[in-house]
């Protein structure tokens, strides 16, 4: 894949763009794709080089994957090696439930997250990777994004700004109402790739388990490798030792069948992930993904809610693009409250007894014998609402 820049920094503060769009994740490439190809002229702008490692659970649910169907995306997926998702085994103190998938499929976030940039490319939208973006004021007609790149700092224009630069993104720390902070009772993300561990792990299964230190998943991706995703009670994210003891502490406590040689791995970590900032929009400028607060989702929530958050946002940014209002501020505000928020209350619930393991235990309990109504939830997270009639 042909990731590199379209231009540099400097053809790209020589004009007003009509959409910046700073974050090249799944929100943030979605975005940029569907926009031009409506025939926005849009700007993409990511600090990282692409392909790039992202610390993932690598799960795109049966919803997301008819998100990128309806947008002709989903070849993408098959052409990348994704592995269909059937079911979801998870383990507290060796006791085994398990719930079947509605659909979706298991591919790394640095083949998918490439794969929709390069979408985004031959769509229309302009690639500037390697560029960090500090959010500046808003000025007659535009917005000002203060890039930096290696030495060079400039400034650019854009009519609107979309910041989709995940849950810890730089972009809006100059504007307090904007920035995110953690909640107190907030796990942070650990991950890392690994071989298969025994001949056993079957592809298309998630193996979940819990501990008292938080929980952990592993799931086959494309090139036999498996994805490792956890949230642990406490670590720290620069420390590749305190990650791969916090881990291998749920994984052993939670009496997994399958345990890879975690000391060999690679560990990376986040930040806390649990948080919500005051306010996700404000004058020509619209927060979407990550970057709009986040929650631990369960078995691939989280790319719906950065696939479906860009499609909510498009009608929004054009308007803006075209005329901009102070309404519109309030109206992407309770716009994203009513798609997004609310159907986030369900995988709220099944992570605050992840958090618990003698709730999770007893859940597990009742699950195998049938007795607790997981499924239903399960399938209501894994697909698309239903227009009301």
């Known amino acids: ?20 769009v700073v974050g090249a994740g799944p929100a943030g490439a979605f975005a940029a794709q569907q926009l031009a190809q409506s025939g926005v002229e849009v700007l993409l702008i990511d600090k990282q080089r692409f392909p790039r490692y992202k610390v993932c659970g690598c799960c795109i649910n049966a919803h997301a994957v008819e998100i990128l169907t309806n947008a002709g995306l989903f070849d993408i997926l098959r052409e990348h090696g994704a592995i269909d998702l059937e079911s979801c085994e998870v383990y507290c103190k ?10 979706g499929l298991a591919l790394s976030r640095e083949i998918f997250d490439a794969a929709l940039v390069h979408e985004a490319k031959p769509a229309g939208a302009r690639f500037l990777p390697e560029t960090k973006a500090a959010l500046g004021p808003a000025a007659r007609g535009h917005r000002v994004l203060k890039l930096s790149q290696r030495q060079t700092e400039l400034e650019i224009h854009a009519r609107v700004v979309i910041g989709a630069d995940g849950l810890t993104g730089t972009l809006r720390n100059a504007f307090a109402e904007l920035a995110s902070q953690p909640a107190q009772s907030s796990f942070f993300g650990v991950g890392s790739v690994a071989s298969l561990p025994s001949p056993q792990f079957r592809p298309g299964v998630i193996y ?6 938080g929980y952990a998943g592993m799931v086959q991706i494309e090139n036999d490798k498996i994805a490792i995703a956890a949230a642990l009670a406490y670590a720290s994210e620069k420390n590749p030792r305190t ?7 749920v994984l052993e406590e939670a009496e997994l069948p399958f345990r890879p040689a975690l000391e060999t791995l690679e560990w990376r970590g986040t930040p806390a992930l649990t948080r919500r900032p005051k306010r996700i929009s404000t004058e020509r400028f619209f927060a979407i993904g990550d970057a709009a607060g986040y929650i631990e989702p369960f078995t691939g929530e989280g790319i719906v809610w950065a696939l479906r958050s860009a499609l909510t946002a498009i009608p929004f940014v054009q308007r803006g693009v075209r005329n901009w209002t102070s309404t519109l501020e309030q109206e992407w505000e309770q716009r994203y409250d009513a798609v997004i928020r609310r159907r986030q209350i369900a995988c709220k619930a099944l992570t605050a007894m992840l958090r618990r393991p003698i709730l999770f235990e007893g859940a597990v309990r009742l699950l195998q014998k049938h007795w607790l109504p997981v499924q239903p939830i399960i399938n209501y997270l894994h697909r698309a609402p239903q227009p009301k009639s």
């Open 1 to 20: 894949m042909n990731l590199a820049a379209d231009l540099d920094i400097q053809e790209a503060a020589a004009k007003t763009w009509e959409v910046a």
């Open 94 to 103: 060796g006791q085994r439930g398990r719930v079947a998938l509605p659909g």
């Open 208 to 213: 979940m388990g819990c501990s008292k230190g």
């Open 243 to 249: 990650l791969a003891a916090g881990i291998a502490r």
